[in-house]
C-alpha cells in the first residue's frame, strides 16, 4: 500500500543512520522499513486518540527491538545517536498524522534499546 501522506512519503527516515557507516544500510533499511509500514497501518487503521495509535507505534517498537540483534550482528548497535534518530522519527510520524502532542517516549515505551 503506497503512503497517502505527502510529508511522509517525502521524508528521509534515519537519515542520520545513513550518513554514518558505522551503522550498516542494509540493518538500516529495515528499520526505515518498519517505519514505513508503520505509517502505512496508521492511513489503513485511523487511530481516532493517543492510545490507539501508541498501540501502533508500540508495536513498531518491538520490531525495532528485534532489530538490535541484526544492528549487533553487523558490528553495530542502536546507542546514543541511533535511538535518538529513531525516536525522532517516532515523534515526526506521529506529528504527521495529526497527533502532534504524543509523547515520544510513550510511542516507543516498549523498547529495549
Not at 505527502?6 to 517505519?35: C, E, N, W
Not at 508495536?59 to 525516536?87: H, K, M, P, W, Y
Amino acid at each position: 500500500m503506497p503512503i497517502t501522506n505527502k510529508q511522509v512519503a517525502g521524508h528521509a527516515f534515519l537519515r542520520l543512520l545513513y550518513a554514518d557507516t558505522y551503522y550498516p544500510d542494509h540493518v538500516v533499511d529495515r528499520g526505515t522499513a518498519i517505519l514505513l509500514r508503520l505509517c502505512e497501518r496508521i492511513e489503513a487503521e485511523q487511530p481516532s486518540d493517543l492510545t490507539a495509535l501508541y498501540v501502533l507505534t508500540q508495536a513498531a517498537t518491538e520490531e525495532f527491538n528485534l532489530l538490535e540483534a541484526e544492528f549487533d550482528a553487523a558490528g553495530s548497535e542502536i546507542e546514543t545517536v541511533a535511538r535518538e534518530e529513531i525516536a525522532e522519527d517516532f515523534g515526526f510520524v506521529a506529528s504527521a498524522y495529526g497527533f502532534a502532542d504524543a509523547d515520544v517516549e510513550e510511542l516507543i515505551a516498549t523498547r529495549n534499546w
